[in-house]
């Protein structure tokens, strides 16, 4: 995942709150791992980014869904400070600190972090110095760890989706590519680049066969293979049976990406696109409304709870409208699936 930025431009009324609602989710992921505490700060920043006019006090914030309590009162008190002790602590603290530099290397996550910061590393200069601590990922992850955190202008993305799916339908017309993320969601730049593919020959009940007699195996080995060939592909983190988490460079004069891309089974394509297109707080608040019309939903499936809760066979999905429908939620345009 690309660092989260604020949800907001400089234009938007409540910015300012955004910027450190963002700030303190961060740091809810990356230094305390409180993840349910990550995403109440994000919901709440998404809420404010969606906000037409300028919130005033912590009062008013309240009363917008996903905004609670001690939400409201930090409000208040950036209102009247103009900032929060918490951050201005959090500042201070040179554990945190590092611990959030560290994490800006891919593959390096709160745990590594905190077992470096603890032998003595606390910044990418030192890191450097130490790479015989790392693994494969995490130092390619470090080579990159400026390019990484550029954001992906929409047009180059165009332009490495034409050579993605010029190459991989090479392979075999039948191939189906989607570029999901934010790019699907029609951002002006992306983080990162989210792939998947499929194949009508693939379905889920076939791939588990076949990772029985492992034959389905190979086949995002060679699209990584013919990606890397035609000179897309320039580095690999990680690759296995469905997921491959690499990089990728248009040309020479561009930064390297972040390109993941992942083989999906034909007959579950919909459910993953609907997932992987996110955004993650949309995704969220969609599954919570599926949990309450009886239906768990997740990048494989949409399947009713029985009374017992235990979850039935898979609903037959044809599109990603289908999930709207069989579960009652008004369909969104990839566009308006921010918050
Ligand atoms: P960005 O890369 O431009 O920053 O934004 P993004 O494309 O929306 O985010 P992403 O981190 O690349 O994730 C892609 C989609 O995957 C996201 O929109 C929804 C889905 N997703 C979740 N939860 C999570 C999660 O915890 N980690 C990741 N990596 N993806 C998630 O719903
Ligand atoms: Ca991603
Ligand atoms: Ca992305």
Redesign the pocket.
């Known amino acids: ?5 604020a949800p907001s431009e400089e234009s938007n009324p409540n910015h300012d709150f955004c910027e450190f609602l963002t700030e303190l989710a961060e740091y809810e992921k990356n230094v305390t791992g409180h993840i349910h505490k990550y995403k109440v700060y994000r919901k709440a920043a998404s809420v404010l980014a969606a906000h037409p006019t300028r919130i005033t006090s912590g009062a008013e914030a309240k009363k917008l869904q996903g905004i609670g309590d001690k939400i409201s009162k930090k409000i208040d008190e950036f209102l009247q400070t103009g900032k929060l002790q918490k951050l201005d602590n959090i500042h201070h603290d040179k554990e945190s600190q590092a611990i959030q530099e560290l994490t800006r290397v891919s593959g390096i996550g709160r745990a590594k972090a905190k077992k470096l910061y603890e032998e003595g590393i606390s910044s990418i200069e030192e890191l450097k110095k130490h790479t015989n601590q790392l693994t494969h990922h995490q130092i390619v992850g470090l080579k990159y760890v400026n390019d990484f955190e550029q ?1 992906i202008p929409r047009e180059e993305i165009e332009k490495i989706e034409k050579v993605l799916v010029k190459t991989i339908k090479n392979l075999d017309k039948e191939y189906d590519v989607t570029i ?4 699907r ?1 029609g ?1 002006a ?4 680049i ?1 792939v998947l593919i499929t194949h009508p020959h693939y379905k889920s009940d076939r791939i588990d066969k076949d990772k029985k007699s492992k034959t389905h195996n190979h086949i995002l080995k060679e699209v990584v293979e013919a990606l890397e060939n035609c000179g897309l592909v320039t580095e690999t983190l990680s690759l296995g049976d469905s997921k491959f988490m690499g990089a990728c460079q248009l040309s020479a004069d561009l930064p390297t990406r972040r390109l ?1 891309i992942r083989f999906q089974p034909y007959d579950q394509y919909y459910c993953s696109i609907l ?6 707080i ?3 608040d969609m599954r919570a409304f599926a949990l309450e019309q009886g239906f768990t939903l997740n990048e494989y499936t949409l399947r009713p709870l029985g009374s017992t809760g235990v979850p039935g066979e898979p609903v037959e999905i044809c599109s990603e409208k289908d999930i709207f429908d069989s579960i009652g939620y008004p369909y969104k345009e990839p566009k308006d699936r921010e918050g």
């Open positions: 995942m690309s660092k989260r930025k954001k999901c993320g934010s790019y969601r951002k730049c992306s983080g990162d989210d993941d997932h992987f297109t996110g955004s993650d949309f995704n969220q």
